[in-house]
């Protein structure tokens, strides 16, 4: 009944229908299911017109946890925190948005991780004050991961655009090798 009235734009009933369905799925113990649930329901919250409640981040932050660590679904954990994202994106809470997808980071997929980095990154300097150092650590670090995953050819463009803007550049960071070596003292 849920995902027919999702299906018809019926967003509001939808909305209850889910949230009734979580309930029952938490009760008779069927995790997947009520992760599942949690999450249309925050969609289905997001998207109705005029929106009457606000958008539940709490639901998708539960059925992000439930996927990742009941149900050990890093795939379904992923597209939650990345629809999750793109909604608090929309709303402009980016700082929030930021957050999240670093938490999704992992040791287990270097290509998953620098993409996580990267729409991080974004985030940061799409703040009303744009946290550009944040930027440009986020992206070098999304750079190295494309690098460690063999995708080259995305992690050149990846550190020339945190690297292109000096003002970019954090101070602690050598501008060039050069720079590095005499700052180091190391000579050939």
Request: net charge neutral; aromatic share 10%.
């Amino acid at each position: 009944m849920a995902d027919l009235c999702f299906l018809v734009q019926h967003y509001e009933l939808a909305y209850s229908c889910y949230h009734t369905a979580k309930k029952d799925f938490l009760s008779d113990q069927a995790m997947l299911y009520a992760a599942g649930a949690l999450e249309m329901a925050a969609v289905s919250a997001f998207l109705q017109a005029g929106a009457p409640r606000p958008y539940p981040a709490h639901y998708m932050d539960t059925a992000i946890q439930t996927y990742r660590d009941v149900c050990k679904s890093m795939v379904l954990a992923e597209r939650c925190a990345l629809l999750s994202a793109e909604i608090l994106k929309s709303q402009v809470k980016y700082s929030e948005a930021a957050t999240l997808l670093i938490k999704m980071t992992s040791e287990d997929s270097d290509l998953r991780s620098a993409l996580l980095l990267e729409q991080a990154a974004h985030c940061f300097i799409n703040m009303r004050n744009p946290m550009v150092r944040k930027f440009a650590f986020h992206m070098i670090l999304a750079g190295h991961r494309f690098s460690k995953a063999g995708q080259v050819s995305l992690s050149t463009p990846t550190h020339l655009m945190s690297w292109s803007n000096p003002t970019l550049v954090p101070r602690f960071v050598p501008v060039n090798g050069v720079d590095f070596l005499s700052e180091t003292k190391f000579h050939l």
